[in-house]
């Protein structure tokens, strides 16, 4: 049992160190991206979670043998020595790199996650504790130094960094770290003073020398002395401390003089920075003593002395009053402004806690000292209440916010009665203040709000107390929202009140709103807002009727945010799937809603129908005076502009917002009014009988029966008061007194009035009666004909889509199914004849024979519920249904439908000369849209593959799959006896859309249509068409303007979207059938190729999504190219190898990080293209006339092998997510994006029988060297920290540099191998890899002469990681590495290189045993050790072995 439990034991420890290994060399290292980072340091927190010692084994409580499992080791600061090559990384280089990551990563994720890592793991100090101590001083230094930068993620690192010392070293171990200048110098005072209390002490001199700075000079102290990364570190410090424990209670009275000047000095720091935050405007503004010495001394501002608040506010005032030095300040007030805010913020923390963590003498409690008293708390929470309320810049009154919530619940909590006071004393304030208060008008109140939330929520008892009082106080002061009830006496009162106007304060009213508005945002308040609810809406709602501009935005604010907290997040329109709340809940849980919109509706409809006098003022007379009437009114009335010149007083504010609050709600399946009558109409509408409306004018009357309202009245509700008693229940929850009032709107003039009217109408329907509204409303166009407005049917036909849309397309029952197959589309087909049956006379008949016109508005808005409902209506009507006969009944239907139009209507239309070629046609409202459906319509009819067989004696019969029906629908036997078959051939109408030029949607249309036929392989629609009328139209689209298109002479469309899909479906069509280069219709292949890349080369402009189709059309043209030369003509052959050269070339500038992803994308679908026609002529699977005469040549498939190799790694996840899936279906097997590009590399295995790829040997030795320049200049660019603030960066973030190296390495290595019989080859490899080994001589010596300079640059030579550590340097650094490791194994088998391999091994121990280069970064000096003593290893054995050679290559997974 012992024995088996060791040789577990052992597997374990071989398993842990191999996945360590993996995680924290693998994805821990200078320049690893942030998944990459993520994942090493997850991994690594679940190892140290089971296997660091000091921790529970993760083991069986009953276990015989219980062990614990220490595989990891605690670090020991003493070890000098490096592990030996295949050991497992140790405990000092975890800790080493983790440190790393806390400083140089600039995700704020990761540099949390490696903190907690650091926290807790343990440390066990070192016998000689010297090392320790000098380890932590060199991290505190860089520290330090990063907390000194202006950069925000370097000073939280340099925080963060000071945060685990003070805990690991200074609170758990007793290190004394001297953080401040002054206390280096140890004199015998300081001895007695604990560490923690030193250090402390430390951080708060820096403040104050900091603060000094910025008051002598606060442009030069915000560019060199920032503030920010020390608050933070103290911040944390303080919240490091127990408080409670022994060693801070034995010297409490030194703790307390420390909080006490730390709360001092941050004070201070307030008082230096508020006047820059509390001007009027302070993103653009600064105060006056600023931009005069900006005049004086060049261009640096000074202020001497500390500037009070009030001094500044009188600065801006006399200043803005005067009307001079209103110069913009430019970036220095930005710099500043950024300092003041980042300082606030950073204050406001340090304040909290301080008032927060020590124990306070308010807080009973004996057994610990008082380390705050009340009063400091009071002041604490004054100053914040101060800054909140006084700061106009958002991201400062922001952060303040937090912290003044934080202390108002310590505030809240106390025994002290005067502090709990104060918090309700600083509610009152925030209401009391908006009336009296001077706040900017673009601020939104400013922090006022966000002080009333905090003084809310900072407890949940105080959130019970005082939200009551305060929402009353706030609906008291938003109660006068300055309406009018007319129109005429608003207009007026406008130009009254802006000329009494104030623009520099906000009225009270909007405060109150704004900071309403905070509260219903706020989601620690969600469910004790929801009694306040109701209230707001009726106070958002009457205020959009507001004279004031100010009220009607904040309004809308409002409006807003109630949608939210009631319905959720708004989502996309397709997207919707109605599962908010439906009109029943809404109205049970706010009652007084349901009168209140009822009421604001009615006056909307009330405003509409003014407008309708407006647009025929003659139908108010009576007949007897008619003749007086009309001569009084202007002859030439235009109603359009009378609409737009009063449609502001027509339209009433709240009517948008109260069709999407109707429109947001979810439909219910029935109405609790529906009555036993009601229920019988609709069994019977459920059994076939269409329900007949009780009223022919109004669809209403279809949903429930009509209702008195006289009878029932509906209380009005008061503006001022949302307390609202309604006198029935179920007019109260009904929602049939809004279908009536919507409906009405359904018929405005206004485009979007209508459009909202039958969104909100849609749900007010229960699901129940859908079928008999829509057949309702669909018989009412249809019966009320030629005296129809189009208006009214323009909006009746909206309605019916909405209804559709919200009934029948989201998991319909097989009942509403039957509903729309025998109700529904009857009645919607029946108004085909009306709609659109003379769509190429611009006129149609009704039922009764009169003319009358339809627009294009209206016979759009009809085609597109034919096309998304009926046109292809098998796709949401049959699937989940079993009814075999209903299944079978709609097929038949949806049919006999398309062929009617098919052959009756879109035929004759498309085909006519009418419709397509007017010229002034697609100028009209709505003629695009109408061509488009129209030919979209003609699409779905040519994919129906029902057959229309006629028979001998005349007679038509449908064959639908196996069934054959008759023309009236009804099943009969397969009858042999038949004349023909008719298949509709669709080339006439669409090479008359093709052919057209004004209606460019209707021809993108139809080839997208082609080619989605042509990627899914159903050619049979081309054998319809006839492919070779089709060609020549798309070749044309291929040339330019100015080109030779052929015999044709066709000319290419207009439009680049056209022309790119066009080539795109000519490069499939060469691709799925049988062409070549004699039968594709062109007059050379050559120069169709020449004028094909004529075009790419920049010539002549080429669109870009013209450009990328040609792309595609080349990969697709290869083969037909190498057709082309005769067999045995070299020279042919030769010219046709350079033109494929030049393409494989250009292709791979094209997948270049820095191209666009356009660009990228045609490159990847190109290169999927070349490889699937290349495989299927190796395959053998062509005719022999369409094999090529040549094979291409090799350097091209080299290029194209390294294209595919960039467009793996590519930074866009849908390109290489395509690659890969290329890869997988090729090999049979799921590989992810990583995995394809390793099994890419590891699979390249030329045969040495072939040619030397030098093409490829060449580009991966480029890579791995990776300097275009000197190696000097190199190494010099990458150890300068300095860099512009907008510097250029790799374009490509998902890219693994280092893994990205190791591949290219393995190959070249695979192919040093392969060719080892070729020495002039292999010596080639060889001098060009050694290339790498002179960069890594001259590397150090730059670094050893640049010493001086690094030091004066900031770059930490001896520090913790070492000038290595540097990310762009220790990517050089890793590549010429493993080019020096290429070099060794390459100079092994030649034999005149052995002087190489000596040459190595001198590098590598100048490298490791080099004093002024040491510490080496822990990858870095491992790497070196291994490879020098690889080189000895090698040298002495006279070879080196191939498994060795791509040995430790730990970024590779190796798939295989």
Known sequence: ????????????????????????????????????????????????????????????????????????????????????????????????????????????????????????????????????QRWASQLLGRALHLIGSTRAGESESGALIIRWLFRKFVVLQGVRLGIDSDDEQVDAANMDVP????????????????????????????????????????????????????????????????????????????????????????????????????????????????????????????????????????????????????????????????????????????????????????????????????????????????????????????????????????????????????????????????????????????????????????????????????????????????????????????????????LLEDHTLASDIVPYVEHAFVVALTGLRSRRWAIRNVCSLLFAALARRVFGNS????????????????????????????????????????????????????????????????????????????????????????????????????????????????????????????????????????????????????????????????TMLSMYSFTELVELCVDSPVFKTREMAARAFAPLVPSERAASVVTSLLKGVYDVGATIAANSCHGTLCQVHELLRVHWRHDCDAGMRRAFVMHVFPALTALWPILVQAVDKGVTEDKAGEHFDVTDVVRHRYLVLVNEFAARGEAWLLPGLGDLGLARTTRVLLTRFRLTMLYGTLHPVLTGSH????????????????????????LACVDDDALAVVRDDGSVQLRIGSDVVDEHGSRMAADDDVSSEVLYNPWSVLGSVLANNSFYEAKLLVLEWMLEHASHERMHIFERIGIDSLLPRLIADTQIASDDCGDLMLQPSRDPRVRAAAIRLLAQLCTRL???????????????????????????????????????????????????????????????????????????????????????????HALVTYSAIKRYIEAGRTSPRQRPSAPVDAPSEEIMRLCYWRLLQDDDEEIREYMARSISRRLGRELSCDQACEKLVLDFRPSSNSGYPHTYVRNRLRYIYGVDGSVKQAVSDAISPGCALFAHENPNIYIDEPRNVQLAYHSLVTIADIYAGTEDSVRELT????????????????????????????????????????????????????????????????GDCSHLVDRVIEVAKSWVESEELQPLHPWIARAMRQLGETAVRAKGASSMDYDEAVSDLFLLTCVE
């Open 1 to 132: 049992m012992v024995a088996q439990a060791k040789v577990e034991l052992e597997n374990v420890e071989v398993a842990v160190t191999r996945w360590l290994d993996l995680a924290v060399r693998g994805c821990l290292y200078p320049g690893a991206g942030f998944a990459k980072v993520a994942m090493g340091l997850r991994w690594l927190g679940i190892l140290s979670s089971f296997f660091t010692p000091g921790r529970p084994a993760q083991s069986p409580e009953s276990s015989m043998v219980p062990f614990e499992v220490a595989a990891l080791g605690a670090p020991n600061f003493g070890r000098g020595q490096l592990p030996a090559q295949g050991s497992g990384v140790t405990a000092d280089e975890i800790v080493t790199v983790l440190t790393q990551v806390l400083i140089d990563d600039p995700f704020d994720a990761n540099r949390a996650g490696a903190f907690e890592l650091l926290t807790s793991w343990p440390l066990v100090r070192a016998e000689d504790g010297g090392a320790a």
């Open 195 to 518: 560490c923690d209390v030193l250090f402390a002490r430390g951080l708060l001199a820096r403040i104050s020398r900091c603060r000094m700075a910025a008051e002598s000079n606060l442009l030069d102290a915000a560019q060199h002395s920032p503030l920010h990364g020390l608050l933070t570190a103290v911040q944390y410090v303080v919240a490091e401390i127990d408080f409670a424990s022994s060693e801070v209670q034995a010297h409490a009275g030194l703790w307390r003089e420390w909080l006490a000047a730390l709360a001092q000095e941050s004070i201070d720091v307030t008082r230096v920075v508020l006047s820059v935050l509390t001007s009027a405007s302070p993103e653009g503004n600064i105060p006056a003593s600023y931009r005069e010495m900006e005049d004086t001394i060049d261009g640096i501002i000074r202020a001497a002395g500390a500037i009070e608040i009030s001094d500044a506010a009188s600065d801006i005032s006399s200043d803005d009053e005067g009307g001079a030095g209103n110069e913009p300040a430019g970036p220095r007030q930005q710099v500043i402004l950024s300092y003041c805010w980042r300082a606030v913020k950073e204050v406001s923390g340090v304040l909290a806690v301080v008032a927060t963590c020590p124990p306070g003498s308010d807080q009973s409690d004996e057994s610990q000292s008082a380390l705050i008293d009340s009063e400091l708390v009071s002041r604490i929470g004054g100053l914040l209440h101060t800054l909140l309320t006084s700061i106009r810049h958002r991201g400062a009154f922001s952060a303040v916010h937090p912290a003044f919530a934080r202390v108002c619940g310590r505030m809240f909590s106390s025994a002290d009665v005067e502090l709990n006071r104060r918090v309700s004393e600083w509610l009152d304030q925030c209401v009391d203040i908006a009336t009296i208060c001077r706040v900017s008008v673009t601020r939104r109140s400013a922090g006022w709000p966000l002080c009333l939330l905090a003084t809310l929520t900072c407890d949940k008892l105080a959130t019970q107390a005082l939200l009551p009082r305060a929402m009353d106080k706030l609906f008291a002061l938003a109660s006068d929202l300055q309406t009018d009830s007319e129109a005429d006496k608003a207009v007026a009162s406008d130009s009254e009140a802006a000329s009494n106007t104030d623009d520099t304060t906000d009225l009270p009213q909007v405060h109150a709103i704004n900071m309403m508005r905070t």
């Open 571 to 730: 989502r996309g329109r397709e997207e919707t799937k109605y599962d908010g709340i439906t009109g029943r809940e809404l109205f049970t849980r706010f009652p007084g809603l349901h009168p209140f919109l009822t009421r604001q509706l009615e006056d909307a409809v009330d405003r509409l129908a003014e407008i309708d006098m407006v647009q025929d003022p003659v139908e108010i007379t009576d007949d007897e005076g008619q003749g007086e009437q009309t001569t009084a009114t202007p002859p030439l009335v235009d109603p359009a502009s009378a609409v737009l010149r009063t449609g502001a007083r027509f339209i009433h504010p709240a009517l948008y917002p109260c069709l999407i609050l109707l429109a947001r709600l979810q439909p219910t399946l029935a109405d609790a009014t529906v009555t036993r009558e009601d229920s019988a109409v609709n069994a019977d509408a459920e059994a076939g009988v269409v329900a007949e409306a009780p009223h022919a004018e109004s669809a209403t009357s279809a949903v429930a029966p009509p209702m008195n309202l006289d009878r029932e009245p509906l209380t009005r509700v008061n503006e001022r008061n949302s307390t609202v008693h309604v006198t029935s229940a179920s």
């Open 915 to 938: 419709v397509l070629t007017q010229p002034n046609g697609a100028q009209v409202a709505g003629a695009y849209g109408t061509v488009e459906e129209l030919v979209r319509l003609f």
């Open 1074 to 1164: 049988e062409i070549d280069a004699r039968t594709l219709p062109v007059r050379d292949m050559v120069t169709y190729w020449d004028a094909i890349a004529g075009q790419l080369s920049g010539s002549v402009f080429c669109p870009l999504p013209v450009a990328t189709a040609l792309v595609e059309l080349q990969a697709a043209l290869v083969h037909l190219l190498l057709q082309y030369p005769e067999s045995g003509d070299s020279a042919a052959i030769s010219d046709v190898n350079q033109r494929t050269f030049a393409w494989a070339q250009q292709i791979y500038e094209w997948t270049d990080p820095e191209r666009a992803a356009p660009y990228r994308l045609a490159v990847s």
């Open 1327 to 1390: 001098l060009e890899a050694a290339r790498c080994v002179e960069a890594l001589g001259e590397a150090r010596g730059v670094l050893v002469e640049s010493r001086k300079l690094m030091l004066e640059n900031g770059v930490v030579l001896n520090g913790v990681l070492g000038v290595t550590s540097v990310s762009a340097l220790f990517s050089l650094l890793q590549s010429w590495i493993l080019g020096a490791r290429l070099t060794v194994f390459a100079a092994t088998r030649v």
